[in-house]
């Protein structure tokens, strides 16, 4: 892991609890906008600039703005605390799950590593990058999968968002988006 | 201007109406025009580079969402009608359905692409029907959900009897 | 002679914005109210980013990656100085008095 990884690490770690733990609605979402703009760094470093891209435009950008719009139009309850309390039962069962992830980690190949299942084999990942332009004529084998391969699963996912639109009208008692 | 904004711009307890900031204003006109254009780049390109049409049409999307923070929410809700953004993020479905039953059309399966290559005699047929399904399909949905949320989150909750 | 010049001027701009972001860390730590925090956060993303980026140009030399160098310089040259303004204009609007010397707030400084 390099030095820049490691920061990067700490960063998101530390922004994920502080975003759980702070008490002020504000505060939360602040810090939570921080730790999207850390995962899309993360995500760069870790070679991934699609995922990148959509956590910075969307975790950081389109989450935070309707997040704030939201205690804009509702409130914002005042507090003396600066920390929520922790709620021990449930630290216990996170720490519990956090664990048993964790113990799988050492398990994991290294990342790039070319022998690992994911990337050697044959029938999916080295199908894809062997076949992707031949049978689709486009350079970006995540797009052939998404748009081509898997275009019907894209299709539900499309589907998917406009019924999350629709249910919004629907929980605000609204008609028109405007 | 824009009475309605005050609101959303620092809760209800303040009294006071928005104005406009002419550094924000000017800042806003500046890169507007870059972020719509490489919201629509990451769209249209997203086949060959990476990117795509999800990540394009999030950021098309957050676009005007940055305008309506400068210039007031009820004057972008009075330039972009409710129909524009219900015809985006209806239309982006229908595309994507008529794509894919026009491959059902020509004799093949949905979202067959390899039949406008083959049949119609596009030539890159797949290659243009990805296409239409990114940009015209979720690219469209995608950004008109994000501004639809946006509008609707900032007009609030409807009650029976209140004039929206 | 000009590889030497180029070196050099790398270097002085990484240290420039270093600089200015030790400074502006320090005084979003130690300045006393939201206006003084405002202006000084803005210098970590204005001068700090902007020296270190104009750096990164620099080092680059001749390249297309030199080219995004300088749009990203350009971006943050125009967006983070109208978020600073956009802060101090929030506060200013929400009622926020500035500090002044005889004010017996401390707003998160250090104590009087």
């Known amino acids: 892991m390099t030095p820049l990884e490691g920061t990067l690490v700490v960063f998101v770690f530390v922004t994920a609890v502080a975003t759980a733990l702070f008490r002020d609605v504000l505060s939360a979402i602040i810090v939570f906008a921080a730790y999207s703009l850390g995962m899309a760094i993360l995500y760069t470093v870790l070679l991934a600039p699609d995922v990148a891209m959509t956590e910075a435009a969307i975790g950081a950008g389109v989450t935070s703005i309707l997040l704030l719009l939201t205690i804009a139009k509702t409130s914002r309850p005042a507090s003396d605390d600066l920390f929520e309390e922790i709620h021990v039962p449930g630290l216990i069962a996170v720490s519990a799950l956090a664990l048993v992830l964790l113990t799988t980690v050492p398990d994991a190949p290294a990342v790039g590593d070319p022998a690992a299942p994911v990337w050697s084999n044959p029938d999916v990942t080295q199908y894809y990058i062997q076949h992707t332009y031949d049978d689709t004529g486009v350079q970006n084998a995540v797009t052939a999968v998404l748009a081509a391969y898997r275009g019907f699963d894209t299709f539900g996912e499309a589907v998917v968002v406009f019924a999350a639109g629709m249910a919004t009208l629907l929980v605000l008692n609204r008609e028109v988006f405007a | ?164 | 002679m000009i590889e030497t010049l180029r070196f050099w001027a790398v270097i002085a701009l990484l240290v420039g914005g270093l600089f200015f972001t030790l400074v502006s860390a320090v005084g979003v730590l130690r300045l006393p109210d939201v206006y003084a925090r405002a202006h000084t956060a803005s210098q970590t993303d204005t001068l700090g980013a902007g020296l270190a980026l104009a750096a990164v140009a620099l080092a680059l030399g001749w390249q297309s990656a030199t080219v995004y160098t300088v749009l990203l310089l350009f971006f943050v040259f125009i967006t983070n100085p109208t978020a600073a303004h956009a802060i101090a204009r929030a506060a200013s609007e929400s009622g926020v008095e500035p500090w002044t010397v005889d004010d017996s707030r401390t707003d998160g400084g250090e104590e009087r």
């Open chain 2, 1 to 164: 201007m824009a009475r309605a904004d005050r609101s959303m711009e620092r809760g209800e307890a303040f009294d006071d109406t928005y104005v406009e900031s002419q550094v924000i204003l000017t800042a806003v006109r500046l890169v507007a025009p870059f972020a719509l254009t490489y919201g629509l780049f990451l769209s249209l390109h997203g086949a060959d580079t990476p990117g795509g049409s999800f990540q394009g049409g999030a950021i098309i999307g957050v676009t005007i969402l940055m305008l309506a923070f400068a210039f007031g929410i009820e004057p972008t809700r009075e330039w972009l009608r409710n129909s524009v953004v219900t015809g985006l993020v209806a239309g982006g479905v229908a595309i994507f359905i008529g794509v894919g039953l026009a491959t059902m059309a020509l004799g093949g399966a949905f979202l067959e692409y390899r039949l406008f290559e083959t049949i119609l005699g596009i030539p890159d047929g797949t290659k243009w029907g990805m296409e239409a399904i990114e940009v015209g399909g979720i690219a469209l949905i995608v950004a008109g959900v994000f501004i639809g949320l946006f509008f609707a989150t900032a007009a609030g909750l409807h009650r029976e009897g209140e004039e929206a």
